[in-house]
């Protein structure tokens, strides 16, 4: 596990909460950060079960950002995925976990190290967690969210799939 924090944005959550394996990020990383927009993000549907996941899993902390102000530099993005990578830098994060292709140039800039949805169920394949990755990815885009072809072509070559 890292010994610095793991912060997420709301994706990454919500495609693994629709699939019933948020275990996965516990068991990967023990401790996960958001802030509070992306825990308002998470609560804009089906509030009452995910509100409940929220108070459950206790190892998802809302943690907030001590300097508001630093989001204007992220033009372009939403309040949670700049609140994620201000977030990231106030913490020192290992790692941060994001899908949106303009947030992930603004943290590779950054120079934030980070991973997607499908950067997850790969490692928790290589860690032994999923035997496979290819019916989590199925799963996830039966609840509704798109991953481009190509990139789960070449997830799915990684995975040995």
Same mark, same amino acid.
């Given at each position: 596990?890292?010994?610095?924090?793991?912060?997420?944005?709301?994706?990454?959550?919500?495609?693994?909460?629709?699939?019933?394996?948020?275990?996965?990020?516990?068991?990967?990383?023990?401790?996960? !950060?958001?802030?509070?927009?992306?825990?308002?993000?998470?609560?804009?549907?089906?509030?009452?079960?995910?509100?409940?996941?929220?108070?459950?899993?206790?190892?998802?902390?809302?943690?907030?950002?001590?300097?508001?102000?630093?989001?204007?530099?992220?033009?372009?993005?939403?309040?949670?995925?700049?609140?994620?990578?201000?977030?990231?830098?106030?913490?020192?994060?290992? !790692?941060?976990?994001?899908?949106?292709?303009?947030?992930?140039?603004?943290?590779?800039?950054?120079?934030?190290?980070?991973?997607?949805?499908?950067?997850?169920?790969?490692?928790?394949?290589?860690?032994?967690?999923?035997?496979?990755?290819?019916?989590?990815?199925?799963?996830?885009?039966?609840?509704?969210?798109?991953?481009?072809?190509?990139?789960?072509?070449?997830?799915?070559?990684?995975?040995?799939?």
């Amino acid at each position: 596990m890292p010994d610095k924090p793991v912060i997420a944005n709301n994706t990454p959550l919500v495609a693994l909460w629709a699939i019933g394996r948020l275990d996965i990020l516990k068991s990967l990383f023990g401790e996960i !950060l958001i802030p509070p927009s992306v825990r308002d993000e998470f609560l804009a549907t089906e509030k009452e079960a995910r509100s409940k996941t929220l108070r459950d899993e206790t190892w998802i902390r809302v943690v907030q950002i001590q300097n508001a102000k630093r989001t204007q530099a992220y033009v372009g993005l939403d309040t949670g995925e700049s609140e994620v990578l201000v977030l990231a830098e106030e913490q020192n994060a290992s !790692l941060v976990l994001i899908d949106e292709q303009k947030a992930r140039r603004f943290a590779e800039r950054l120079g934030l190290p980070l991973s997607g949805t499908l950067g997850i169920l790969l490692l928790a394949k290589e860690e032994k967690i999923i035997s496979t990755v290819a019916p989590l990815i199925r799963k996830i885009q039966q609840a509704g969210l798109y991953f481009h072809n190509d990139l789960m072509e070449r997830v799915l070559k990684l995975a040995g799939e």
